[in-house]
């Protein structure tokens, strides 16, 4: 049972009263028992809690970062109104709106309520109980309980990039020849003959169709098609550092999807995975329009675990996953450690069946100490900076020297810059 402020109200009346008009104990007894009986009569005509039925969606999804509204659906199956208060609860990072709700509801009678929620960061919510308040009709007192009504609330990744997927599927388009004729290159899928004009390298010419022709003949070539990428996600140790507004593995997802949308729109299958000691998610056989969905849902529950990666058995995991030739494409980090124990043992193995792209995202705020000396604090702020510049120099140049690509970028323009990269390997037809 619960009480109210009118129920305090009514008792200093009363109290009032026997102090001034009948100051004994029979006047006490008195306020006393008409008190009683006002709580009486108030929870008598209360109704039951029990009438109530709850229901709602088991799960929405919304990006994170966006707003969106639950609807709660609450219907009165009792004989009478039933009124109070209702708490929609949720976790704080949903950062509920509008979850308190008044009632005032008349038998066999159906109610929709609303709670506006805007996560601020991916990942599910579950929600917590629906508190319910009713009050008797003199608003003395009432009855509160709690009714589990399950939901989930899945953030998905904010994906910011998709503003510039449709300018890279155009350039995907123009080298696929659907706006404009074939390139011509080596190493591409062989798509027709044409004259040979100046400028032409002649190792194009086809001197079997020459010899059949009046003219010099030379091939022309499509970027590769149903190609196969393969994505794989550290989600080590490594991953967790804070680069900007998030993580490294926020960077990592972000262009991932850049990626995943641009492959898909290109008629490469993608498959994606998450690894540190275990797979943590993994998409497989999803291609088309379908495969950005999936990776957004796959990627939302995604944090980093605070372990270092098991890279031989990323490896095992990987080649038992990609049987036929592939473009890998890693999000790592390129630190020292990392370089000596985690990549430079696994990628021999792995660059003699796959090409491999070494995927890093780099801490702007190094760059700008590595710039900065306007103080004696700056200059070995600047030294530790340049001495990690440094490093990952010379950790790309012993990847490159291995014939692994690498793309280091700040988290802003890594996912335009990985895209770049992906649409230039389809242009030389190194895929």
Same mark, same amino acid.
């Given at each position: 049972?619960?009480?109210?402020?009118?129920?305090?109200?009514?008792?200093?009346?009363?109290?009032? /009263?026997?102090?001034?008009?009948?100051?004994?104990?029979?006047?006490?007894?008195?306020?006393?028992?008409?008190?009683?009986?006002?709580?009486?009569?108030?929870?008598?005509?209360?109704?039951?809690?029990?009438?109530?039925?709850?229901?709602?969606? #088991?799960?929405?999804?919304?990006?994170?970062?966006?707003?969106?509204?639950?609807?709660?659906?609450?219907?009165?199956?009792?004989?009478?109104?039933?009124?109070?208060?209702?708490?929609?609860?949720?976790?704080?990072?949903?950062?509920?709106?509008?979850?308190?709700?008044?009632?005032?509801?008349?038998?066999?009678?159906?109610?929709?309520?609303?709670?506006?929620?805007?996560?601020?960061?991916?990942?599910? $919510?579950?929600?917590?109980?629906?508190?319910?308040?009713?009050?008797? %009709?003199?608003?003395?007192?009432?009855?509160?309980?709690?009714?589990?009504? %399950? +939901? *989930?609330?899945?953030?998905? #990744? #904010?994906?910011?990039?998709?503003?510039?997927?449709?300018?890279?599927? =155009?350039?995907?388009?123009?080298?696929? !020849? $659907?706006?404009?004729?074939?390139?011509?290159?080596?190493?591409?899928?062989?798509?027709? /003959?044409? @004259?040979?004009?100046?400028?032409?390298?002649?190792?194009?010419?086809? &001197?079997?169709?020459? +010899?059949?022709?009046?003219?010099?003949?030379?091939?022309?070539?499509?970027?590769?098609?149903?190609?196969?990428?393969?994505?794989?996600?550290?989600? !080590?140790?490594?991953?967790?550092? *804070?680069? !900007?507004?998030?993580? $490294?593995?926020?960077?990592?997802?972000?262009?991932?999807?850049?990626?995943?949308?641009?492959? +898909?729109?290109?008629?490469?299958?993608?498959?994606?995975?998450?690894?540190?000691?275990?797979?943590?998610?993994?998409?497989?056989?999803?291609?088309?329009?379908?495969?950005?969905?999936?990776?957004?849902?796959?990627?939302?529950?995604?944090?980093?675990?605070?372990?270092?990666?098991?890279?031989?058995?990323?490896?095992?995991?990987?080649?038992?996953?990609?049987? =036929?030739?592939?473009?890998?494409? &890693? /999000?790592?980090?390129?630190?020292?450690?990392?370089?000596? @124990?985690?990549?430079?043992?696994?990628?021999?193995?792995?660059?003699?069946?796959?090409?491999?792209?070494?995927?890093?995202?780099?801490?702007?705020?190094?760059?700008?100490?590595?710039?900065?000396?306007?103080?004696?604090?700056?200059?070995?702020?600047?030294?530790?900076? @340049?001495?990690?510049?440094?490093?990952?120099?010379?950790?790309?140049?012993?990847? =490159?020297?291995?014939?692994? *690509?690498?793309?280091?970028?700040?988290?802003?323009?890594?996912? @335009?810059?990985?895209?770049?990269?992906?649409?230039?390997?389809?242009?030389?037809?190194?895929?």
């Amino acid at each position: 049972m619960v009480v109210t402020g009118r129920l305090a109200l009514v008792a200093a009346v009363a109290a009032l /009263f026997v102090t001034l008009v009948l100051p004994s104990w029979p006047g006490v007894v008195l306020a006393t028992l008409l008190l009683a009986a006002l709580i009486g009569v108030d929870l008598s005509l209360l109704g039951s809690p029990a009438a109530l039925e709850f229901s709602r969606a #088991p799960i929405t999804t919304v990006r994170t970062g966006r707003s969106i509204d639950i609807e709660l659906g609450v219907l009165n199956t009792g004989g009478r109104t039933l009124r109070g208060t209702l708490w929609d609860d949720w976790p704080p990072s949903a950062h509920a709106r509008h979850r308190t709700h008044a009632l005032a509801l008349p038998p066999n009678t159906r109610l929709r309520l609303h709670t506006e929620l805007t996560p601020s960061y991916r990942g599910d $919510r579950e929600a917590g109980p629906v508190t319910l308040r009713l009050l008797g %009709p003199l608003g003395l007192a009432g009855r509160q309980v709690r009714r589990e009504v %399950p +939901a *989930r609330l899945r953030a998905l #990744p #904010p994906f910011r990039s998709e503003k510039i997927l449709a300018s890279k599927v =155009r350039q995907l388009q123009h080298l696929e !020849g $659907r706006n404009t004729t074939t390139i011509r290159g080596q190493g591409t899928e062989f798509d027709s /003959f044409r @004259e040979y004009v100046a400028g032409d390298d002649v190792r194009t010419i086809d &001197w079997r169709a020459t +010899a059949r022709a009046q003219d010099v003949l030379v091939r022309t070539w499509r970027p590769e098609r149903n190609r196969h990428v393969v994505m794989l996600l550290d989600t !080590g140790r490594v991953s967790a550092a *804070r680069i !900007g507004d998030g993580t $490294r593995l926020d960077a990592g997802i972000e262009a991932a999807l850049l990626l995943g949308g641009l492959a +898909a729109a290109g008629g490469d299958s993608v498959d994606l995975l998450a690894f540190d000691r275990s797979v943590r998610t993994e998409v497989r056989g999803v291609g088309g329009k379908r495969l950005q969905l999936k990776l957004m849902h796959a990627l939302a529950g995604v944090v980093p675990a605070l372990v270092d990666t098991d890279y031989q058995g990323l490896l095992r995991t990987t080649l038992q996953r990609a049987r =036929r030739r592939s473009l890998v494409v &890693w /999000f790592t980090h390129l630190d020292a450690a990392t370089m000596q @124990e985690g990549l430079l043992p696994v990628l021999p193995v792995l660059t003699e069946r796959h090409r491999v792209l070494v995927v890093s995202v780099t801490d702007p705020e190094v760059a700008a100490a590595a710039i900065r000396r306007s103080g004696l604090d700056d200059l070995y702020t600047a030294a530790a900076a @340049e001495n990690v510049l440094a490093e990952h120099a010379v950790a790309r140049e012993t990847l =490159r020297r291995m014939g692994v *690509r690498v793309i280091t970028e700040a988290p802003d323009r890594l996912p @335009e810059a990985l895209a770049d990269e992906y649409l230039e390997l389809k242009q030389t037809g190194a895929l």
